[in-house]
């Protein structure tokens, strides 16, 4: 069973992500088409983010409590697919955001939930979670390709109804995952006390949410940007095909990278090549050097990522370090998913959306500053790297 157990949580991380890769990126192209105001555009992305948040531990705790994680992902994963099949009959903006908190609620089961089945399956039986874990990317990376091309010849639509067929078999094949259950318990309370005193913590939070909010943002906002500049639907999803397949190989060369060169260095380097990137946006290429420069992301993203949680357990007690990777996940993934987010849709009424890649640009050079600063306040920064290479 061990190898069907593997290949059906791969299949499983690529059809969610692929689910997920063919409707946000093009979801807020459908919203400015449909004549959504900026500002509306913004709450609506933004609401997934803060829903996750809050409702996350929920899962969890059901989790724990049934001890039956299978049974959780196929619901979610279920009731995820009609959530986003809903969309494609809506056209009321307080229905709207009424669905985007339904999807918001199942969605925040599905990566959680199948992220800790599969670790803890390879823990107890061994193979390689990054393994298993990259068909998500590929999934997400094929997807906005696929679905870019199905819009351009079908309308935008499409991306509601490939998203509730791609979410319904994800549920099928949820029924053939292990149905593993070991949840890290997290010390919300006693731990954050002991975090706030740890020297940088704090620094690093505020550089996270400079850096990885503008990140996480971008998957709504970026197919704005492919269009404004003249691109069509299936340029956005050729852009996004270029970007999320580059993350893929630095991802496997992190771990070497950050043993190399120290993870203040490889972070600092992320956050600026990142904040260069938004920043030239910000001055209307044409869309080849859009497509060109793409492939930054995998320099900025794929290493940001591994390294930012490496930092964090490093940095971190042991006896807190599950509250620190909960806390770090929620300021980058919630608070500067929501922000940017909304920050966004109001610029886009004021400005256009040249105006919101300049301040994701700002924003994420003063991270890659404070993180100059945070290296030069560490002591033997270098030093914080993978564990035996």
Same mark, same amino acid.
Request: charged share 10%; glycine share 12%.
């Given at each position: 069973?061990?190898?069907?157990?593997?290949?059906?949580?791969?299949?499983?991380?690529?059809?969610?992500?692929?689910?997920?890769?063919?409707?946000?990126?093009?979801?807020?192209?459908?919203?400015?088409?449909?004549?959504?105001?900026?500002?509306?555009?913004?709450?609506?992305?933004?609401?997934?983010?803060?829903?996750?948040?809050?409702?996350?531990?929920?899962?969890?705790?059901?989790?724990?409590?049934?001890?039956?994680?299978?049974?959780?992902?196929?619901?979610?994963?279920?009731?995820?697919?009609?959530?986003?099949?809903?969309?494609?009959?809506?056209?009321?903006?307080?229905?709207?955001?009424?669905?985007?908190?339904?999807?918001?609620?199942?969605?925040?089961?599905?990566?959680?939930?199948?992220?800790?089945?599969? /670790?803890?399956?390879?823990?107890?039986?061994?193979?390689?979670?990054?393994?298993?874990?990259?068909?998500?990317?590929?999934?997400?990376?094929?997807?906005?390709?696929? /679905?870019?091309?199905?819009?351009?010849?079908?309308?935008?639509?499409?991306?509601?109804?490939?998203?509730?067929?791609?979410?319904?078999?994800?549920?099928?094949?949820?029924?053939?995952?292990?149905?593993?259950?070991?949840?890290?318990?997290?010390?919300?309370?006693?731990?954050?006390?002991?975090?706030?005193?740890?020297?940088?913590?704090?620094?690093?939070?505020?550089?996270?949410?400079?850096?990885?909010?503008?990140? /996480?943002?971008?998957?709504?906002?970026?197919?704005?940007?492919?269009?404004?500049?003249?691109?069509?639907?299936?340029?956005?999803?050729?852009?996004?095909?270029?970007?999320?397949?580059?993350?893929?190989?630095?991802?496997?060369?992190?771990?070497?990278?950050?043993?190399?060169?120290?993870?203040?260095?490889?972070?600092?380097?992320?956050?600026?090549?990142?904040?260069?990137?938004?920043?030239?946006?910000?001055?209307?290429?044409?869309?080849?050097?859009?497509?060109?420069?793409?492939?930054?992301?995998?320099?900025?993203?794929?290493?940001?990522?591994?390294?930012?949680?490496?930092?964090?357990?490093?940095?971190?007690?042991?006896?807190?370090?599950?509250?620190?990777?909960?806390?770090?996940?929620?300021?980058?993934?919630?608070?500067?998913?929501?922000?940017?987010?909304?920050?966004?849709?109001?610029?886009?009424?004021?400005?256009?959306?040249?105006?919101?890649?300049?301040?994701?640009?700002?924003?994420?050079?003063?991270?890659?500053?404070?993180?100059?600063?945070?290296?030069?306040?560490?002591?033997?920064?270098?030093?914080?790297?993978?564990?035996?290479?």
């Amino acid at each position: 069973m061990f190898p069907s157990h593997i290949l059906r949580m791969k299949a499983y991380f690529f059809f969610i992500y692929f689910g997920l890769g063919g409707l946000f990126p093009l979801l807020t192209v459908y919203l400015q088409d449909i004549g959504l105001s900026g500002a509306q555009i913004g709450v609506i992305t933004s609401i997934g983010p803060v829903t996750m948040i809050l409702v996350q531990p929920l899962w969890g705790m059901l989790s724990d409590l049934t001890k039956r994680p299978r049974l959780l992902l196929m619901a979610a994963s279920t009731g995820a697919a009609f959530s986003g099949l809903a969309y494609a009959g809506v056209t009321d903006y307080y229905v709207f955001v009424a669905v985007a908190v339904m999807l918001a609620v199942f969605q925040s089961a599905v990566i959680p939930l199948s992220d800790n089945l599969a /670790m803890n399956y390879v823990k107890r039986k061994g193979g390689d979670y990054g393994r298993i874990r990259m068909w998500g990317a590929v999934g997400f990376a094929v997807a906005v390709w696929i /679905m870019g091309n199905l819009s351009d010849l079908f309308g935008l639509q499409v991306i509601f109804y490939g998203f509730f067929l791609v979410f319904a078999v994800s549920a099928l094949t949820a029924a053939g995952l292990p149905n593993e259950n070991a949840a890290v318990r997290v010390d919300l309370r006693g731990g954050l006390g002991k975090l706030m005193r740890v020297p940088g913590f704090l620094l690093f939070l505020l550089i996270t949410f400079l850096v990885y909010g503008p990140i /996480m943002a971008n998957n709504f906002y970026f197919g704005v940007m492919i269009q404004f500049a003249g691109g069509s639907l299936a340029g956005v999803g050729f852009a996004f095909l270029l970007a999320a397949g580059s993350e893929v190989p630095f991802m496997r060369w992190a771990g070497d990278w950050i043993h190399r060169r120290g993870v203040l260095w490889i972070l600092t380097a992320a956050a600026l090549v990142s904040g260069l990137r938004w920043l030239f946006y910000s001055f209307e290429p044409s869309p080849g050097w859009i497509y060109a420069t793409t492939i930054l992301q995998g320099f900025s993203i794929g290493l940001f990522v591994p390294a930012a949680l490496q930092y964090v357990s490093d940095l971190a007690p042991p006896e807190v370090k599950a509250t620190a990777v909960s806390v770090y996940a929620a300021v980058g993934n919630g608070v500067g998913a929501f922000f940017f987010s909304l920050s966004a849709g109001l610029i886009l009424d004021f400005h256009s959306i040249l105006g919101v890649y300049f301040f994701y640009g700002v924003m994420t050079l003063t991270g890659a500053l404070l993180m100059l600063v945070l290296a030069r306040r560490t002591k033997n920064a270098v030093s914080l790297s993978l564990p035996g290479g």
